[in-house]
């Protein structure tokens, strides 16, 4: 493994490095400590060209100024929380609330927007972030100390581990917004991307993107990724729970039974994604809006520039029935991982 580091930009006034991984095989990943956040994963085609396969803005400003979440650490609580509240032991705890009337992934100063202490491995090819995240912030109790570990391995995975810790009982939900991009040209949207997920379950939403607290068979839906299919049928489809939204950004319910959650493949550069995790869902979101305000690689980020396969506990389980617990306390310590790896199809 070999490790690099690089100045990516300046937070109030302190240096923020890119630190970059690169395995034997010549697969890097890279990340800044400003929201635990990966910055690049360079992989081979099916003719060996390296490119990069995630969405990225084109500086530290950028993230800071217009909060992309491209490759972040998203927490405490990943997803919507209705009303950006919850009830819990009788008490009524209310969350900031930073989407309409909700609160999204974690607030308007979730951890996406922190400054990470960040020690780099280079032996083990590993990246460890921590952060302690005050009793309050967000309006969530408990002064947590969090810990993110980005491991890249000599079998072209990446590799994700949370850890974390409360002095008192809080919610905690995290996932990693990276959105895939495996033509390796921004320039070109993902709709010949092909998915499978080992889901039968999704999630409907209802008013303001909120879940709308049922599980839906995918079965003769355009939400049927149990067999491998491009995701232009489900994103361009009159389906009334995507014509709205004019696209995927739905929670699927992951089978347990399942090792592989779900595969992403691009027919062109013939790269794939596997992933895997000990989590009982993913959203996928196919970025189904143009932003105008930041550009990627020079380009504006156009829509169905890149997919998400955002791995977490059914977004709003404090308040849904039946979709997970993400209650932390303070005599638990929360650990989950997430892994995606990296190959090409012959
Ligand atoms: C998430 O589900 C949400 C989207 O609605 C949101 O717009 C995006 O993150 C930024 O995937």
Do not use: C
Request: avoid cysteine; proline fraction near 5%; charge should be negative.
């Amino acid at each position: 493994m070999e490790l690099t580091k690089t100045v990516y930009g300046i937070y109030e006034g302190k240096d923020v490095h890119e630190y970059t991984l690169t395995n034997s095989k010549g697969v890097s990943m890279s990340a800044i400590p400003f929201g635990a956040t990966l910055t690049k994963l360079v992989t081979p085609d099916k003719d060996g060209k390296k490119e990069n396969i995630t969405l990225n803005v084109k500086s530290l400003e950028d993230f800071v100024r217009h909060r992309p979440f491209y490759g972040a650490t998203i927490g405490r609580v990943a997803g919507r929380i209705t009303k950006g509240k919850y009830s819990l032991g009788g008490k009524e705890i209310q969350l900031d609330v930073n989407e309409g009337n909700n609160l999204l992934h974690g607030g308007s100063k979730g951890l996406d927007t922190k400054l990470w202490d960040i020690e780099a491995n280079e032996v083990e090819g590993r990246l460890n972030f921590n952060y302690e995240s005050p009793a309050g912030e967000n309006g969530f109790p408990g002064t947590m100390q969090i810990n993110v570990t980005y491991t890249l391995t000599e079998e072209n995975e990446w590799v994700i581990d949370y850890k974390a810790t409360t002095d008192e009982t809080t919610l905690f939900n995290p996932t990693n917004h990276v959105y895939f991009n495996l033509t390796g040209d921004i320039k070109k949207p993902i709709l010949n991307h092909e998915l499978e997920l080992a889901s039968r379950y999704y999630v409907p939403l209802a008013e303001e993107n909120l879940p709308d607290g049922d599980l839906e068979s995918v079965k003769g839906t355009p939400f049927d990724f149990t067999t491998i299919k491009p995701v232009r049928e489900a994103v361009l489809s009159d389906h009334p729970q995507i014509k709205p939204l004019k696209g995927l950004d739905h929670p699927f319910v992951l089978d347990e039974d399942e090792d592989i959650k779900g595969i992403l493949f691009d027919p062109e550069s013939k790269r794939e994604v596997k992933f895997y995790t000990d989590r009982n869902s993913v959203v996928v979101f196919t970025h189904n809006g143009e932003v105008d305000d930041y550009t990627i690689d020079g380009e504006p980020a156009k829509q169905y520039a890149g997919i998400t396969l955002e791995t977490q506990t059914l977004p709003d389980a404090i308040n849904q029935p039946n979709f997970g617990n993400i209650i932390l306390r303070p005599d638990e310590t929360f650990q989950s991982q997430t892994t995606y790896k990296f190959g090409v199809r012959k």
